[in-house]
């Protein structure tokens, strides 16, 4: 059939005509072919108003011209003129000579209402169409496109099955096919269909995006790695997928590679955030702080109305021993979110490694008073509480964090020492032994229950515990004095 076709899924068939009128005075024709030519080419480059007016100058003069109603129309279904489009194929119909062109009418008419939204009447059209001619493969491949519109996927399925009984090698209808039990879950019906789609046409793209959505459904994200590198093998500029095989990357552990991938999306797409963002979360984990520190300064110049860039970047800050430039973070997520808790305990840990103990004290009655039921927040407002020689206060924030965690073993050790300096040292050193029980390793409560030991005036057991302090921890200097002035009170 060489009949202008307008079809769902983009195919058009073009004729060359040879079209002749009579010149005023003559008994010859002058050929309108080149006029025809001068409205198909402007149809061609998408100009389809022009087109229109073209034909319609050639239709005043041959009214009854077949070919030229056929072109028309199809002008006016690209500009969206259904019903001036439905008029000319009716027009092309009469004035046809060819029966050949019937089954066309009804195709090109039945995608019409398809583009209008009248699904049934499309269905009805395509019927008419194969009806007029069985093997018409196009027409079964609209019409299983029509009844997806209707959702009768039974009969969508039958029909993109007709294809491929008449055309095995049909791209779209195997496509098709695969869309259809992907959407039903019938996976591996898909992935048949999806496969063979690909080995029609290794460059139909989103077909391997298909396929690592259904990878992904039945938890096999190792098998989308191929299929992303499927689609930007063809596609190599697509930042999306580039992200896509990053977050897959990622699921798998592969932390270096998923690093690697972010970094082709933020050099195709700088303004990318969230890019940034989830290099700097991969980067903490591998433990490159600076790199994830940088990422997440380039993610707050895209953005800068987001806390939790900031708040990251803080807490950073802080594991990298930089609590000065961690509290202006903590103090911006602060004003965009402020009654955000962690934001008030993460500055108030900041602002206590400065020394600026009141503030610390300040961040933490906000930040309990915005969720008293964190345990480690009542702790450590619980050390400020010492290191200000508020004993008492102190003791009653140990209290709330052990009974929010019974198993809080700092929180034990951390009461023994104030009940140690408020000389309840009976009830200090049960604390600090129910600390050991569960954190057998902590440096700290064996200086701690040193400390009591020698209150105590149990030398041998304060020695003993002095010395299992040092030696968890080597380092440090406050443990080996505390040895040291304990030795030398002992020779007195």
């Not at 209402?113 to 009806?131: D, E, H, L, M």
């Not at 009655?365 to 927040?377: G, H, T």
């Not at 304060?462 to 020779?491: D, G, H, R, V, W």
């Amino acid at each position: 059939m060489k009949f202008r076709t307008f079809f769902i899924l983009s195919l058009f068939f073009f004729v060359s005509l040879h079209i002749t009128f009579a010149q005023d005075g003559e008994g010859g024709g002058r050929s309108i072919k080149p006029i025809f030519d001068q409205g198909t080419r402007y149809y061609s480059k998408g100009e389809f108003g022009k087109a229109v007016a073209v034909y319609t100058e050639i239709l005043k003069v041959k009214k009854d011209n077949f070919a030229v109603y056929d072109a028309r129309a199809a002008a006016y279904t690209r500009l969206g003129k259904y019903k001036e489009a439905l008029a000319d194929y009716k027009n092309a119909l009469k004035f046809s000579k060819d029966e050949a062109y019937t089954p066309v009418y009804y195709f090109n008419c039945a995608n019409i209402y398809y583009a209008a939204g009248n699904f049934k009447r499309a269905v009805s059209g395509f019927s008419q169409a194969i009806k007029e001619y069985p093997k018409y493969i196009v027409a079964y491949l609209n019409m299983g496109i029509a009844q997806d519109g209707l959702k009768k996927y039974d009969l969508a399925q039958k029909a993109y099955e007709k294809v491929l009984v008449l055309d095995p090698k049909n791209v779209s209808a195997n496509l098709r096919l695969g869309r259809l039990h992907h959407t039903a879950n019938r996976f591996e019906e898909a992935l048949k269909y999806y496969a063979k789609t690909i080995q029609l046409n290794p460059k139909e793209k989103e077909v391997y995006l298909f396929k690592a959505d259904i990878h992904i459904q039945q938890s096999n994200l190792d098998l989308t790695i191929p299929e992303y590198d499927g689609y930007l093998k063809i596609v190599p500029t697509d930042a999306k997928v580039w992200a896509m095989k990053a977050s897959a990357k990622s699921g798998l552990g592969r932390n270096e590679e998923a690093i690697a991938d972010y970094g082709q999306v933020v050099k195709l797409d700088p303004k990318n955030r969230m890019a940034f963002i989830n290099r700097a979360k991969l980067s903490k984990q591998i433990n490159k702080l600076e790199d994830a520190i940088k990422d997440y300064g380039n993610a707050i110049k895209l953005y800068a109305g987001d806390m939790i860039p900031f708040m990251e970047r803080g807490i950073l800050y802080r594991m990298t021993n930089k609590p000065n430039e961690a509290i202006p973070d903590f103090s911006k997520a602060i004003d965009l979110e402020n009654s955000f808790a962690s934001a008030y305990y993460q500055r108030a840990m900041a602002q206590k490694t400065v020394g600026n103990l009141p503030s610390a004290l300040q961040d933490f009655d906000r930040a309990i008073s915005l969720d008293a039921k964190v345990a480690d927040f009542h702790n450590n407002r619980g050390f400020i509480k010492i290191q200000l020689n508020k004993f008492a206060e102190a003791v009653k924030d140990f209290d709330t964090a052990i009974k929010l965690d019974k198993n809080f073993a700092y929180a034990y050790n951390n009461r023994a020492l104030a009940k140690l300096r408020l000389d309840k040292n009976a009830e200090a050193l049960a604390d600090c032994k129910k600390s050991l029980e569960m954190e057998g390793k902590n440096a700290a409560a064996y200086n701690n229950l040193g400390l009591i030991y020698q209150k105590l005036k149990n030398n041998a057991e304060a020695e003993k515990a002095f010395n299992k302090a040092i030696e968890l921890a080597p380092s440090n200097a406050e443990y080996a004095q505390n040895l040291a002035q304990f030795k030398e009170q002992t020779k007195k």
